[in-house]
Nanobody
Framework: QVQLVESGGGLVQAGGSLRLSCDAS????????MAWFRQAPGKEREVIAS????????DYADSAKGRFTISRDNAKKTLYLHMSSLKPEDTAAYYC???????????????????WGQGTQVTVSS
């Protein structure tokens, strides 16, 4: 089974950028649809971006559209989330997730994932 480890979080000023990475070990990443979630203190975990196994289909939550970009490199077994124009309300723990499936179309309506990383903290100061 795949194991996921996020990195790249940190403290950034509002308006700044960060790139999160999710390194996978185990089976080929091309067998997995993936997504990024986040959870702020006192709030429910929310999906913010989804990508299908090939990387050809992506989908974003409204909060991420135009500011975040999800991508993947299956050869490197890595999932990315590039975040720009960050806002204080983006402060949260960010998690990558994987599901053993090969969907043709990514969707942020999909929230059932079997494999999760431990999370990386993103803090945006005003």
């Amino acid at each position: 089974q795949v194991q996921l480890v996020e990195s790249g979080g940190g403290l950034v000023q509002a308006g700044g950028s960060l790139r999160l990475s999710c390194d996978a070990s185990g089976p080929s990443l091309s067998n997995y649809d993936m997504a990024w979630f986040r959870q702020a203190p006192g709030k429910e975990r929310e999906v913010i971006a989804s990508i299908n196994w090939s990387g050809l289909s992506t989908d974003y939550a409204d909060s991420a559209k135009g500011r975040f970009t999800i991508s993947r490199d299956n050869a490197k077994k890595t999932l990315y989330l590039h975040m720009s124009s960050l806002k204080p309300e983006d402060t949260a723990a960010y998690y990558c997730a994987a599901q053993a499936s090969r969907s043709s179309k990514a969707s942020v309506d999909r929230r059932e994932f079997d494999y999760w990383g431990q999370g990386t903290q993103v803090t945006v100061s005003s």
